[in-house]
């Protein structure tokens, strides 16, 4: 039972760190209708801006700040340089295009960073704070519920109760009808990457303290289970991407603790296989939505 407890604490603090990763992904696909393959290049971009800004002041905060920064800025760059550019006419497109980014971007953090992992410090405590003689959360795992939780509401308060979150989403989902409207669906859509790679890089923050440490590829394996925690959710939903950023940290922490860490990637994988047989639109979108 107490292994079970901390097995459940552990991968509810893994699951929220994929929950905010998985809504960057969904931000994008809202905007976009893409997949950013390069979110995760992007975060750890990032990720080195914190460390420079950090290592040089000393000053966690104003690290954080630098990775929320420069991952919207970013975010901004690829849109406004490179993906606006991009054809249309086939989905195919841009992927090739986000796959050459992730290439681009590993390799030139390659060249000015090495790739040597870097270690990289936390605001609050690691070690499990003892409840009744089972290690739970840490002071950490609380700080990491907290910012995703901080990002989960700052976006419902921007698509539910303002009037920017209503053009972006009539931007994505109509975007011919939306100009006709006056809305200017090209700075939305700039928007919906500026914030889409500011969350990427604020889950990049929360993860990479809990990992080996920094490098080029330090967020490969959180995108791939990202990807399949925004799959099982649902591309559309925001709330999907929470729920199955939750549920698939629980499922891999258990599979982890109870058959061996070997086995993860496989659960991962038979994860998002059952839903893409049983629910192909996900948990909780809409099947309309998908369909737009």
């Known amino acids: 039972m107490e292994r079970f407890a901390f097995l459940t604490f552990d991968g509810l603090a893994n699951g929220a760190v994929y929950s905010a990763f998985a809504l960057a992904l969904v931000l994008i696909w809202r905007a976009a209708r893409i997949v950013n393959f390069a979110q995760g290049a992007m975060a750890v971009a990032a990720a080195y801006a914190a460390y420079a ?63 040597e992992f870097r270690p990289v410090g936390t605001p609050f405590s690691r070690d499990a704070i003892d409840v009744g003689g089972v290690p739970l959360l840490s002071q950490y795992d609380v700080f990491v519920f907290a910012a995703v939780l901080t990002i989960v509401l700052l976006l419902a308060l921007l698509f539910t109760k ?90 891999l922490s258990y599979v982890s603790g109870y058959l061996g860490s070997s086995v993860t990637p496989i659960a991962a994988f038979a994860a998002l296989l059952a839903v893409l047989l049983a629910r192909p639109q996900g948990l909780f979108a809409a099947s309309k939505a998908r369909q737009a």
């Not at 841009?94 to 590993?106: D, M, N, R, Y």
């Not at 200017?184 to 928007?191: A, F, P, R, S």
Request: glycine share 16%; net charge neutral; no cysteine.
């Open 53 to 115: 800004v950090t290592s040089a002041t000393g000053s966690y905060w104003l690290g954080f700040a630098a990775a929320l920064a420069g991952g919207m800025a970013l975010g901004v760059l690829v849109e406004r340089g490179v993906m606006r550019f991009t054809s249309h006419s086939a989905p195919l497109n841009q992927v090739i295009v986000a796959l050459g980014l992730v290439l681009t971007i590993q390799a030139g953090l390659g060249m000015l960073y090495g790739n």
């Open 162 to 251: 303002t009037s920017t979150g209503l053009r972006m989403r009539a931007a994505a989902f109509a975007p011919e009808v939306s100009r006709l409207l006056g809305v200017n669906v090209g700075g939305m859509l700039t928007l919906g990457w500026a914030l889409a790679a500011g969350a990427g890089a604020v889950a990049a923050m929360l993860v990479i303290p809990t990992e080996l440490g920094l490098h080029p590829h330090a967020m490969d394996l959180v995108f791939v289970t990202s990807f399949t925690a925004a799959v099982i959710g649902g591309l559309d939903s925001p709330p999907g991407a929470v729920v199955g950023g939750l549920l698939l940290g629980l499922v």
